[in-house]
T-cell receptor, first 116, second 109 residues
């Protein structure tokens, strides 16, 4: 199992540019989560999907952020236009439903975004 | 008040020491509980789930107190390799998880 795969690992972009982060969840997992981590705010849940459907996007900071999951094996998080305060590590995580069990997340390695 | 609160530490302990972390949560509808470990500049990784009856995995023991809404993690005979940030995670039945800000542990020789 290759785990959760995120790309790119690092992204440096100029303010105002569009940024697209990508995630491939673990095959068979039906939940996908996008988190953002900064020193100041810790790990923040941005949005999560169940069976490709967005369930809760209340953590998305503003309209500049959007996320899609067109199929069970791919999701994107887009920031347009990007701003320096968006600089953070963005993690994708997936989870499979297991009847009667506690089942934690598996995180990808993250995308370290720097907006200059 | 944050939904999940942890003592940020840092906890600095010598090798072989026993150290305990606590975490409190405010959502009484929370159903599942976990401890994650995060190394510097790495992703969080699941350390262990926390069951109502308490559970142990080698040197690690996790406990849950639903009445008081807190969970704990005990590390016995700490190793240098235990140095990391430990994140408390609380999940609702809807599948939404909230992470604490983490407790930093440094184990010294």
């Amino acid at each position: 199992d290759a785990g959760v795969i995120q790309s790119p690992r690092h992204e440096v972009t100029e303010m105002g540019q569009e940024v697209t982060l990508r995630c491939k969840p673990i095959s068979g997992h039906d939940y996908l989560f996008w988190y953002r981590q900064t020193m100041m705010r810790g790990l923040e849940l941005l949005i999560y999907f169940n069976n490709n459907v967005p369930i809760d996007d209340s953590g998305m900071p503003e309209d500049r952020f959007s996320a899609k999951m067109p199929n069970a094996s791919f999701s994107t998080l887009k920031i347009q236009p990007s701003e320096p305060r968006d600089s953070a590590v963005y993690f994708c995580a997936s989870r499979g439903e297991r009847t009667g069990g506690n089942y934690g997340y598996t995180f990808g390695s993250g995308t370290r975004l720097t907006v200059v | 008040r944050k939904e999940v609160e942890q003592d940020p530490g840092p906890f600095n302990v010598p090798e072989g020491a026993t150290v305990a972390f606590n975490c409190t949560y405010s959502n009484s509808a929370s159903q599942s509980f976990f401890w994650y470990r995060q190394d510097c500049r790495k992703e969080p990784k699941l350390l262990m789930s926390v069951y109502s009856s308490g559970n142990e995995d080698g040197r690690f023991t996790a406990q849950l107190n639903r009445a008081s809404q807190y969970i704990s993690l005990l590390i016995r005979d700490s190793k240098l390799s235990d140095s990391a940030t430990y994140l408390c995670v609380v999940m609702t039945n809807a599948g939404k998880s909230t992470f604490g800000d983490g407790t930093t542990l440094t184990v010294k020789p």
